[in-house]
T-cell receptor
Framework: GDSVTQTEGQVALSEEDFLTIHCNYS??????LFWYVQYPGEGPQFLFR?????EKGSSRGFEATYDKGTTSFHLRKASVQESDSAVYYC????????????FGAGTQLIVIP | ETAVFQTPNYHVTQVGNEVSFNCKQT?????MYWYKQDSKKLLKIMFS???????VNETVPRRFSPQSSDKAHLNLRIKSVEPEDSAVYLC??????????FGSGTRLLVI
């Protein structure tokens, strides 16, 4: 079945560091890929999505590029801020996951001022 | 304001009780969902409901049941709660497999 793998359970960085959170997926068909962010006490919030190979999604300084060849959708940000501290989820939708989002395990980002 | 609204925010109950959570969306979406988020922050789909078609995750215990009166409402009932049901229950909605929007969640503690 469809699956999403986030290799980092937790990432700790200093302000202005470069961020990479790895996301790889396995799916039949051609899924859409998403990044969500969740702050304490809130539900996940949509960051951005990409629907086709080589498409780049971006929002709030975060970006990721859909790579069908490596089945990846890695999240990057050039300079993190303390306010970026949150849990980040990679997800896929569509394809055989039609009608639902299938989430990775999430990555806790801690940014130290 | 257009969003997904969940009530209650927090609920504490004893093992064996019945609980019901409410969800309403004002986004005009056509599909609604219930997700369970456990203590490790893992998000698992429980149900999706579209045009009166219910899709159930087969791993969900039968004591859980969704209840929908129309496209804007999807409630969740749990008959006879168990300790392992303690979690955050997140309602979401979407349109055409896009624009997935989540509510802020209902935190359930079973004692």
């Amino acid at each position: 079945g469809d699956s999403v793998t986030q290799t980092e359970g937790q990432v700790a960085l200093s302000e202005e560091d470069f961020l990479t959170i790895h996301c790889n997926y396995s799916a039949s068909g051609y899924p859409a890929l998403f990044w969500y962010v969740q702050y304490p006490g809130e539900g996940p919030q949509f960051l951005f999505r990409a629907s086709r190979d080589k498409e780049k999604g971006s929002s709030r300084g975060f970006e990721a590029t859909y790579d069908k060849g490596t089945t990846s959708f890695h999240l990057r940000k050039a300079s993190v801020q303390e306010s970026d501290s949150a849990v980040y989820y990679c997800a896929l939708g569509g394809g055989s996951a039609l009608g639902r989002l299938h989430f990775g395990a999430g990555t806790q980002l801690i940014v130290i001022p | 304001e257009t969003a997904v609204f969940q009530t209650p925010n927090y609920h504490v109950t004893q093992v064996g009780n019945e609980v019901s959570f409410n969800c309403k969306q004002t986004l005009g979406h056509d599909t609604m969902y219930w997700y369970k988020q456990d203590s490790k922050k893992l998000l698992k789909i429980m149900f999706s409901y579209n045009n009166k078609q219910l899709i159930v995750n087969e791993t969900v215990p039968r004591r859980f049941s969704p209840q929908s009166s129309d496209k804007a409402h999807l409630n969740l009932r749990i008959k006879s709660v168990e300790p392992e049901d303690s979690a955050v229950y997140l309602c979401a909605s979407s349109y055409a497999n896009s624009d997935y929007t989540f509510g802020s969640g209902t935190r359930l503690l079973v004692i």
